[in-house]
């Protein structure tokens, strides 16, 4: 699509939020031309607003934070994940927590919502970012790089030492109906002893064997989706991070990267303004 787009009605979700713990619902609303994704936490006075932008990325601990004045919201990426593949541009989201509801630990509930909505063009062209040259963000032992391509593709090697687990590689071309057949159904994954954990600082309060894959010692809890849940889950994560660049085109190719790699990257790609 050349133009940009918005949803076609209102739609609302309501559920947990994963490390909150807390009942929240969203209301996803049209918005017109260039105002991208935009949170506004009507639980605050005054409803102040944050944009999914890059610039605004202020924490990358296991979820992406954005932040804007008192405006702040986390765990967003899966949401944005949704909107970067289904290629919807500006869309308001109103929120009555610091966190968007954790649904199944995946992005098909976002989905649906948005397919129920219906997504229409504007009368407003889009502004597709081509990377015009490799870019890479890296750590000693984790990468993560953006190449030029005719498309958009995500090649993810994810290392893990769980014996259930091991290597996992995922190549996928992403175009919305890959996204929603092979990636946004990939829920979260979690580990008993990691939970326990968090949950002593105060966060995965929300968790449950209904909202992610849960592995205790060398066993797994929760069916899988997919024999490499993990790695399409990596993969639906690098699509939330990257959505805070723009409407990107090229190929990333990243070994086990997390949040801070991966908004690093988009920092660096907004910044480095490709057209
Ligand atoms: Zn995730």
């Not at 199944?104 to 997504?119: H, R, T």
């Not at 190929?251 to 690093?264: E, G, R, W, Y």
Request: with cysteine; hydrophobic share 45%; charged share 20%.
């Amino acid at each position: 699509m050349s133009q940009q787009t918005t949803i076609a009605k209102t739609v609302r979700f309501t559920g947990t939020g994963l490390h909150s713990g807390k009942d929240v619902t969203i209301t996803l609303m049209p918005a017109p031309a260039d105002t991208g994704i935009v949170f506004a936490r009507t639980d605050l006075p005054g409803a102040p607003r944050v944009k999914a932008a890059a610039a605004n990325v202020t924490a990358t601990l296991r979820a992406t934070t954005l932040e804007d004045g008192a405006a702040k919201v986390f765990t967003v990426e899966h949401l944005l994940a949704v909107f970067f593949a289904l290629e919807v541009d500006n869309c308001l989201v109103e929120i009555t927590s610091v966190e968007p509801p954790v649904a199944d630990g995946s992005a098909l509930p976002f989905v649906e919502l948005i397919q129920e909505a219906g997504i229409i063009p504007l009368a407003a062209p889009c502004r597709v970012i081509d990377v015009t040259a490799a870019q890479i963000v890296r750590l000693p032992d984790k990468f993560i790089a953006i190449l030029p391509y005719d498309g958009l593709r995500i090649s993810f090697t994810s290392v893990n030492p769980h014996p259930l687990i091991g290597i996992q590689y995922g190549d996928y071309e992403i175009t919305a109906a890959t996204f929603v057949r092979e990636i946004a159904p990939a829920r979260t994954i979690g580990f008993m002893h990691e939970v326990e954990a968090l949950q002593a600082q105060g966060l995965a309060l929300g968790g449950s064997l209904e909202n992610a894959v849960v592995y205790d010692g060398d066993k797994i809890l929760t069916p899988l989706r997919f024999p490499d849940e993990l790695v399409r889950h990596k993969i639906l994560d690098v699509l939330g991070d990257l959505a805070l660049a723009g409407r990107v085109r090229g190929h990333v190719i990243a070994v086990k990267s997390s949040h801070t790699l991966n908004t690093a990257l988009a920092k660096q790609i907004a910044a480095s303004g490709q057209k």
